[in-house]
């Protein structure tokens, strides 16, 4: 199976190169599952009910989620009736929503998508660690495929976290950056990692923002309207291949068989 994880859409500009190159490129690289974070898409801070439609229609089987899932308040209803749009799974259990999503591919294989948050500058939200092997508990024995996006600031408890879920797993990619890394590999014990995948949306600005109220802030300290940046426009992305024939990990989940980072740009 080929799964396309894109990285973080940041506002029109992200969604515009998802809706033009998507399609293309699950035709061409023979895609059978795409999921992608999407807690950016609206303006740079957040997701609202539409634009999470506008992305499921695309052909983007999971969304997931991050330190901006609350930004847009009408979020909060839309959450709970669609399953499809995940948040972290160790937010506060009173929070709308879960971190949990179990499906089916296109070519019948089964699957899991389970979304997290670090905690290390971010948030005090539940451990993460124990979070993962809580809901990997729960999973059914014939979900083949599992992966983890692990939204995070530092790339110590990114590199930890795909450590401690290797050989359970079949990838962990990080996300919440912005900016890509250049470290996908398969871990020993099967499991595909990245420390970030980067951003989908424009590339001239800081991490998706225009630069100028950016540098105007990093100057002068005083509050400030950040607007997203509108050129070099680019998708960022990993495609994870597994292979359905050979051995399972430990964990009796498919291992992955090769991850390569992806950079399309807007012809």
Known sequence: MRTLFIGDIVGSPGRHIVQERLADLVEHRQIDLVIANSENSASGFGITPKI?????????????????????????????????????????????????????????????????????????NDDPFKKADEELAKLPADVAFVLVDIHAETTSEKIALGWYLDGRVTAVVGTHTHVATADEHVLPKGTAYITDVGMTGPHDGVIGMDRVGIIKKFLDGQPARFEVATGDIQMNAVLIETDEAAPRNEAGRLSAKSIERLRLHID
């Open 52 to 124: 999470a439609e506008e992305l499921l229609g695309l052909g983007i089987e999971v969304l997931t989620g991050g330190n901006h899932s609350w930004d847009r308040k009408e979020i909060l209803e839309y959450i709970p009736h669609q399953p499809r749009l995940l948040r972290p799974a160790n937010f506060a259990a009173i929070n709308p929503g879960g971190g949990l999503f179990v499906g089916e591919s296109k070519i019948g294989v089964k699957f899991a998508v389970l979304n997290l948050q670090g905690r290390v500058f971010l948030a005090a």
